[in-house]
């Protein structure tokens, strides 16, 4: 699979170049690679704000020789693309910048890479910071912005004790002197956060967080 790598100025770019037309959305991509029509390919993009590139998935469906190609994207892309559209709005800036209630933690995490692929990535780290929406990751390995990942919660090797969470990787950097990636939760869906909000919640009424 082909992979193009675009980056945009600016979120109004980004929006020029994207296109509705499409069930699930399709971006022009400026790039001088040859690619064959209907080849499926991997697209990063980058924007102002992004600590790390957006990956979307997709099917091109035109080529203009030496300018760009039309890409357009999968429903397994639909809620990056969704994300991606609206980085620049005053609301999801507003909503981005709410804080929830945050609790410093040492929690064992095993995140599983949920992808398209036949041999499913699980990558080993520690929860340094917990909230009721999402979750930050310490370790030497981070998944692209936007990538679909689960999450087994313990407070240690020997714990009975494992929250499952499903979420979204959305942003990679630092907290702290920790580098990792920040995972935003999903509200919804068989495995979601209800069960770490009650937890939370106890928390904030004991002082002390503990999974058991």
Request: net charge positive.
């Amino acid at each position: 699979m082909r992979f193009l790598t675009v980056v945009f100025a600016s979120h109004s770019e980004f929006l020029r170049h994207f296109s509705d037309k499409y069930p699930d959305g399709a971006l022009f991509c400026p790039t001088k690679a040859k690619v064959q029509l209907r080849s499926k390919v991997i697209v990063d993009v980058s924007l102002p704000g992004l600590r790390q590139p957006a990956r979307l998935r997709g099917n091109v469906i035109s080529y203009s020789s030496g300018q760009g190609l039309w890409v357009a994207f999968d429903r397994q892309s639909s809620a990056t693309v969704a994300y991606l559209k609206s980085a620049g709005s005053d609301e999801t800036k507003e909503r981005l910048s709410r804080a929830h209630s945050r609790y410093p933690a040492s929690l064992q995490v095993s995140c599983r890479i949920d992808e398209d692929n036949p041999e499913t990535e699980t990558l080993q780290g520690k929860i340094v910071d917990l909230s009721r929406g999402g979750a930050f990751v310490s370790g030497s390995e981070a998944p692209l912005v936007g990538t679909r990942v689960s999450l087994d919660i313990s407070q240690g090797a020997n714990s009975n004790s494992v929250y499952r969470v499903d979420g979204r990787v959305a942003w990679v950097g630092k907290v702290d002197s920790h580098d990792g990636f920040g995972v935003r939760f999903d509200l919804r869906g068989s495995f979601g956060a209800a069960p770490l909000r009650t937890l939370l919640r106890r928390a904030s009424e004991t002082g002390r967080l503990r999974l058991s």
